[in-house]
């Protein structure tokens, strides 16, 4: 893509005073504001939105054991850009993205000549801001905080999960900014005047995630520590993530927003043609169920049988990857894992070549359970090359458990391993669909083999915890978890209460949706792979509904929230890559609603055949999951389509157009 940088002249306004100095850049669009201070010898930044405050006075600055980088004798601007260009996503919520910003940088000196480099850029869609520290000489560094904070003018409510160092699978809170005690990111506010704001980072690499604690005022930056307790070691250059502040005037605009893929590298792969957004099924919501297991015995789900029963009702309804999971050596103890012998009623080789020849592939699987440095590492790339010389195309990754050399799954020992992971899918053409990963940052677009991740309490926990998801959390993901990017839920429950496998007496397991809920789904969960969880004889008992499953796209030209309000509802409008069709999905929490949206985004004079997948009458999650209807219409741009919503429920809408 051609990169058009604008020599421009920024809306800057510079003071000077003995003590202070002050720098304002604005958004191309002028409505965010950002003001950097220097005073007291200390950085500072705020941000405004339309004369509004959004975070008041906070710190920057890096602290390593080497030398300060907090506490400085002089700060001067350096320069200033402006960029406005368009790129393409191979894959996507949407085709083309526009990346316009302004930025400037500063150096920052302290008394004995130590340099930081702070830079920073302003969307009309976001706030965002970098660290960085040339190291010309490659000494070695030791981070031991990072001095950024978050500080808000009110308290606003605010969705979090914990910051567990090794989780991501937890249900979202909501309550007040100032009960939050440490939080993940994306932590997502919605202030007084209705503007909505979502704290983050990008392009997170060879440094820490990022976790926010409570100061009190607002938050800290609380990177995720080596066991030894330091944050990021570094012998050259240390380059920060992108710490970003999401912007929007409601809660779509969050969904809307592209700065955190703006803030990383154009796609460094040479060849994509190999990469493919898919549906799949899986050897595995059985496991989940436990009618299935994972480990050799009588109830083995990975049998090469099973796989090629499974690739004839999958082929035959139209997916194109088969997960098979439990088919390595190592399920018996999660330990001394072979990541290239198959157990021997699995044969990898003719399971692969049936389901090639039914015009299908594996999706590997590589469980560590978490014994990532003493059995994974040394045997990953001999298990890369395998899938490679099958053509296996996609490989999903895990790593349950605390991992073996005491790191944790989000400090920067680990941020390196799952990209080296990367690489090595990069290298054998395998695409990443990682669990128990680390949080996504947008560095889907520099590695666009780098499909989908996990990093979500998804719908397995509906197979075995309690509770189970609520019918909220669906509700709540495309606003936090889901502003990192392509979430692998696994959606397309089709039973939703389960004989036998409660796990905690009295408690039964169970979805929390309705039928129609389930298809929705595929449009408000975005991800280019979309498994169907369920059992094919599940599916059997709802041709009509799952027929919905097979024909949806998972590649987008465009994407619209048409509503939103958090852990209420939600509705999406994608169209599709490859044809005119638009498809619409919209869910609820547990009260049942009714919503308006327009077809003002078909195409003009052109008709489109509407099939409508809905809850039926007296609908319910909880009472009658299983009610639902499905009409067809013609309808045209600028139609009014009302959408009932059950409690718990949800709604599902293909719009072919017709006369292409
Ligand atoms: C946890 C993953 O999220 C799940 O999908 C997988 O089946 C199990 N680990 C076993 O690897
Ligand atoms: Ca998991």
């Known amino acids: 893509m051609k990169r058009i940088v604008l020599v ?23 409505k965010n504001e950002v003001k950097v201070i220097f005073t007291g010898g200390k950085l500072f930044y705020e941000i405004k939105r339309e004369g509004e405050t959004l975070i008041t006075k906070s710190s920057l600055g890096l602290t390593f054991k080497q030398f300060d980088l907090s506490q400085f004798k002089q700060v001067k601007q350096v320069s200033t850009n402006s960029v406005n260009e368009k790129w393409e996503m191979i894959w996507g919520e949407q085709k083309e993205v526009v990346n316009n910003y302004h930025e400037a940088q500063w150096n920052a000196l302290t008394k004995n000549k130590d340099k930081l480099v702070l830079e920073f850029r302003i969307f009309n869609d976001g706030v965002s801001f970098r660290y960085k520290v040339l190291n010309d000489e490659g000494k070695h560094l030791d981070l031991l ?34 009960e939050v005690d440490s939080a993940h990111t994306p932590m997502t506010m919605e202030l007084n005047s209705g503007v909505h704001v979502s704290i983050h980072e990008a392009a997170l690499i060879d440094y820490a995630s990022m976790t926010l604690k409570n100061n009190g005022q607002g938050v800290d930056c609380d990177l995720v520590p080596w066991a030894d307790g330091i944050k990021v070691k570094k012998d050259g250059d240390l380059i920060s993530p992108w710490r970003t502040v999401i912007i929007g005037d409601n809660a779509g605009d969050l969904v809307e927003s592209t700065m955190v893929l703006n803030l990383n590298e154009p796609n460094v792969l040479k060849e994509t043609d190999w990469i493919q957004p898919m549906r799949y099924m899986g050897i595995w919501w059985d496991m989940h169920l436990n009618t299935r297991g994972w480990k050799k015995d009588e109830k083995h789900g990975a049998t090469t049988e099973y796989a090629k029963e499974y690739i004839d009702f999958a082929s035959k309804n139209g997916f194109e990857g088969l997960l098979v999971e439990g088919w390595n050596i190592g399920w018996e103890k999660w330990d001394n894992w072979n990541f290239t012998e198959a157990y021997d009623d699995f044969d990898i080789e003719e399971v692969q070549r049936y389901a090639q020849e039914n015009g299908m592939t594996l999706i590997g699987h590589h469980e560590t359970g978490g014994k990532v440095a003493y059995q994974y590492e040394p045997q990953m790339e001999e298990a890369f090359k395998l899938y490679h010389r099958l053509g296996i195309k996609a490989v999903k990754t895990g790593y349950v458990g605390k991992i073996d050399n005491g790191e944790y799954h989000h400090g920067q020992w680990m941020v390196n391993h799952y990209q080296r992971v990367v690489d090595l899918g990069a290298k054998y053409k395998v695409a990443i669909i990682a669990h128990e990963p680390i949080k996504a940052t947008g560095l889907r677009r520099t590695y666009p083999h780098f499909l989908a991740r996990e990093g979500v309490r998804g719908q397995e926990y509906n197979a075995w915890a309690y509770p189970s998801n609520p019918p909220e959390h669906t509700v709540i993901l495309p606003f936090t978890r889901g502003l990192a990017g392509p979430i692998d839920f696994t959606p397309g429950a089709f039973r939703m209460t389960f004989d036998g496998t409660y796990r905690e007496e009295g408690y039964p397991s169970r979805v929390s949706t309705t039928l129609a809920k389930q298809l929705a789904l595929y449009v408000t969960m975005y991800s280019p792979v979309q498994m169907a969880c369920d059992l094919p004889k599940h599916y059997e008992e709802f041709p009509e509904m799952f027929q919905f499953i097979t024909h949806v796209p998972v590649n987008w030209e465009e994407s619209k929230v048409l509503n939103a309000s958090i852990g209420e509802y939600y509705t999406v409008a994608r169209k599709d890559r490859d044809t005119p069709n638009w498809y619409i999905g919209s869910i609820t929490n547990e009260n049942s609603r009714d919503l308006t949206i327009q077809l003002d985004f078909l195409e003009e004079g052109k008709m489109y055949q509407m099939t409508h997948f809905e809850d039926g009458e007296n609908a319910d999650w909880e009472f009658e999951p299983y009610n639902y209807r499905i009409s067809n219409k013609m309808v045209k741009k600028g139609d009014t389509v009302q959408l009932t919503l059950a409690p718990g429920g949800g709604t599902a809408i293909r719009l072919e157009q017709i006369n292409r």
């Open 8 to 30: 421009f002249l920024l809306a800057l306004s510079f003071c000077f005073s003995a003590s202070a100095k002050e720098w304002v850049l604005h958004s191309p669009d002028n």
């Open 145 to 178: 905080d990072e001095k950024t904070a978050f500080n808000l003018p009110e308290n606003p409510e605010t969705w979090w999960i914990h910051a567990d160092y090794d989780s991501y699978e937890l249900l979202y809170q909501k309550t007040q900014l100032s």
